[in-house]
């Protein structure tokens, strides 16, 4: 696997080497709403090392978005325990440890692409060579030749690749995703699906995907965390010991399908 250089910007991992990247303990997040309660995350127990892909899986509602907020202290739980290389979330969300990308790309229209990769770095007034990042950034996602064009002049999923593009601008050790390639027809998200393992393996970063589709989730993933809702809860981890690097034709291994199928079952026990 290769690395990229690491530039003058870019945010080191801070914390303890040894630690894992992410660990999550007994976590709860209860949320007050008119007339009671919602739970949505029991009991969730986790830990993730550097470099892994997962990605997080399950019905609509059972706390995907609220357990990725809660890594990127977004929001602050109700119970349990976040760690990000045995720091504080907060820590972690101070140093700039962690990129977002949302479910909509959320670009500024008024602004080109370079110019909306550039915004962070602007806003936190990065020393050194904000624009020569930006571009690395750019070229990373396959969209260096569009530097000057506006949102509304790219597809769907180029503007999803330049959010992807602006998450990496601080080029931290790790990218949260909430459901990136959703509102994407099959072909340009299976697209994208490629290029991202490209860019997880040439920056070794690690990434915390969350999605609703199976074949997604197997082909993305080093392991699948599967959640159930009402109450959110871990209902089990899938490990997908597929080879890398993954192509097109991994999808037809049959290996491919015995996870799938694995995943799925682990679903439906959830929704039973
Ligand atoms: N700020 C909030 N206030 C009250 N309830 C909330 C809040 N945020 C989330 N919830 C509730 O918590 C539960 C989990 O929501 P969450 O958005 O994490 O689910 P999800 O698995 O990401 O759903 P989806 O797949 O539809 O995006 C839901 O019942 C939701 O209504």
Not at 174 to 190: N, Q
């Amino acid at each position: 696997m290769t690395q990229t250089a690491q530039s003058s910007t870019s945010v080191p991992l801070q914390g303890s080497p040894e630690a894992p990247i992410v660990s999550v303990r007994d976590l709860q997040m209860v949320f007050q709403v008119p007339g009671g309660q919602t739970v949505a995350l029991q009991d969730a127990n986790l830990s993730i090392e550097r470099g892994e892909f997962i990605s997080l899986i399950g019905p609509s509602g059972c706390g995907k978005t609220t357990l990725l907020r809660l890594l990127a202290d977004l929001v602050q739980p109700t119970g349990g325990q976040i760690l990000i290389a045995g720091r504080s979330a907060q820590a972690a969300r101070q140093e700039r440890q962690y990129g977002y990308v949302f479910q909509a790309p959320a670009l500024m229209e008024w602004r080109s692409v370079l110019k909306n990769v550039l915004l962070p770095l602007e806003v936190m007034n990065v020393p050194g060579d904000r624009v020569g990042r930006a571009r690395e950034m750019l070229r990373l996602v396959g969209l260096e030749k569009f530097e000057r064009n506006y949102p509304w002049q790219l597809s769907g999923g180029m503007q999803q690749r330049v959010s992807i593009a602006r998450a990496l601008a601080f080029d931290p050790p790790l990218l949260f995703m909430d459901e990136p390639f959703g509102a994407l027809d099959e072909i340009t998200r299976e697209k994208l699906n490629l290029e991202l393992l490209r860019l997880w393996r040439e920056t070794g970063k690690t990434v915390i995907f969350v999605t609703h589709s199976i074949p997604e989730a197997v082909f993305l993933s080093t392991r699948v965390v599967v959640m159930t809702a009402r109450p959110g809860k871990i209902e089990g981890i899938v490990d997908v010991d597929l080879p890398h690097p993954r192509s097109d034709e991994t999808r037809e291994l049959p290996r491919f399908f015995e996870i799938a199928t694995q995943i799925r079952e682990l679903l439906k026990r959830g929704h039973s």
